[in-house]
């Protein structure tokens, strides 16, 4: 039995995201797999089931029901389908720009739409030549009396061609830097506007990522998030607010994977007994459960940290802290739980074999792992633990 830090309230709606995970979801989910397509049904068993209203404050017809609760709908949806889970942690991906520093008037028009699952939204920061290091990219904005006007193009953004909303980063001083980007919001039927194409991937295969490209795209000045300069700064506190998100994905992947393994080694049997019974088998068993619950301390602390109120560097901290650990877990958990099926882990007949492939990717978006290092090394080294070295000569 898993740890569980809900109000009675929070486990209702919890179990009832699994349950409709278990009886709706998952019956689709190889199917959504090898079809390569974007899960319409799903997204509509969500608007049906208020299932977006989790990301989104009460005053924008949300649930407003806080960030923990909405990261555990992630990670059980993410138990049976990792690409339906990502639905909703991009939900929450493309609109934290507005919620978190939007005016009254922009969250008025955009997040009602966004809660209620009516438009489905993207965050579009990274380009071909900028990932990591994304402060490089050439994407400009420049004013041209009451509108912005964007060239350039966007590479690997989730939702793409599906999404109505998207957030997109763009240089309006390309010569300053860091403090020369800026957010926009841009809506899919502005003219100029265009979805390139859509790259075939390892995993994850129903999300669709693609390229965006900004041909004089016109948009009222009205659509500027923040002020001038401030993106790159909008950017990462997005991105310390959506990794959980990423991780939560990560976890469920992790633990579905577990679930799966231990079912099937108690079923399948060698030298005449259940696999579950050698003791190298449960040794795997009990390390990926272990790996799992750490994993899940440090989510679930994150969405307390949020629902607290806490924000800054503390959070930046946590936030890194739970994507490295969850997608390590995840890619850790899934691979042991081929192994644990031995050839059938390998074929597509079991679900493990896609937990696996689907992993992968939770080590690279939204800041690799090795990004994640920096991050977390870089909020160490601004830390005093002085105290330490008292007495050290
Ligand atoms: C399926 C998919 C969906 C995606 N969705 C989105 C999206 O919705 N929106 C969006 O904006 N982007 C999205 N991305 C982009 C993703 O966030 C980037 O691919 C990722 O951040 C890495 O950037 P890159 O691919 O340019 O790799 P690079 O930055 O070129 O990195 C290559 C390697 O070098 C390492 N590296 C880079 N810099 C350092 C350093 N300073 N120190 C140590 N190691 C370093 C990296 O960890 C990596 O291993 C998506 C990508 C994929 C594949």
Known sequence: MAWDPLSPEQRELRDSVRELARARIAPRAAEIDE????????????????????????????????TLLALIAVEEVSKVCATSGLILAVQELGSLGVKLVGTDEQKQRWLPRLASGEWLCAYALTESGSGSDSAAMRTTARLDGE???????????????????????????????HSGISAFVVEADTPGFEVARLEPKMG??????????FDEVRIPRANLLGSEGEGFKIAMRILDRSRPGVAAQALGIAQGATDYALEYAKSRETMGRPIVEHQLIQAKLADMETECESARGLLYRFGEMVDDGVDGPELTKASAMAKLKCGDVAMYCSTEAVQILGGYGYIKEYPVERFMRDAKITQIYEGTQEIQRLVIAREMAKESRAFLLAGVA
């Open 35 to 66: 079809s390569h397509e974007f899960p319409w049904d799903v997204v509509e068993l969500y608007r049906e089931n208020d299932i977006f209203g989790l990301f989104f404050e009460e005053r924008y017809g949300g649930l407003g029901t806080g």
């Open 147 to 177: 509108d912005y006007v964007l060239n350039g193009s966007k590479r690997f953004i989730t939702n793409a061609g599906v999404a109505h909303l998207y957030t997109v980063f763009a240089k309006t001083d390309p010569d300053a830097g």
């Open 204 to 213: 994850i295969s129903g999300s669709t990522t693609g390229e965006l490209t």
